[in-house]
């Protein structure tokens, strides 16, 4: 049963633009949840996330000539390195690294801050369903 307090919460969440999950202990699929409840809201005829979209999202190069795959690898199941500061970054498949994708503040965080860096703007509910879709679907 949910309280009035989680309703508010979870309400405040989607109508803000952030996936509607709790704050800590998540996981992929629930993500993938909150990102599909805010791609519905912007979009009512959202036909569902696609992993071959994810995929050529992650390895095109978009603005500053970057992609994704400039610090993730074009291999999420790989380590990768930052294009700038050659700080290593741990995998970005949840498969090949689990604590992936299990924290929503993180989530947002991280997709805020690299799609800006990537493509000069906030990413869109459909762009990061995508891309989550294509990190679930690899296997180790």
């Not at 629930?30 to 805010?38: K, L």
């Not at 996330?49 to 095109?60: H, I, L, N, Y």
């Not at 690898?73 to 498949?93: E, R, S």
């Amino acid at each position: 049963m949910h309280t009035m307090g989680s309703v508010v919460g979870l309400w405040v969440a989607v109508s803000l633009g952030y996936a509607a999950w709790p704050a800590s202990a998540a996981t992929p699929v629930e993500i993938q949840r909150g990102f599909e409840a805010a791609a519905r809201e912007g979009n009512p005829g959202f036909a569902g996330f696609s992993a071959q979209r994810g995929e050529q999202f992650f390895k095109a190069k978009h603005s500053n000539d970057w992609s994704c795959a400039s610090c993730h690898t074009a291999n999420p199941l790989a380590p990768g390195k930052h294009a700038t500061t050659a700080k290593d970054i741990t995998p970005l498949a949840p498969s090949a690294n689990p604590q992936r994708f299990t924290d929503a503040a993180k989530v947002d965080k991280w997709f805020k801050r690299n799609c800006n860096d990537v493509l000069g703007r906030l990413c869109t509910a459909q762009e990061k369903g995508d891309v989550l879709e294509y990190l679930t679907s690899l296997k180790k």
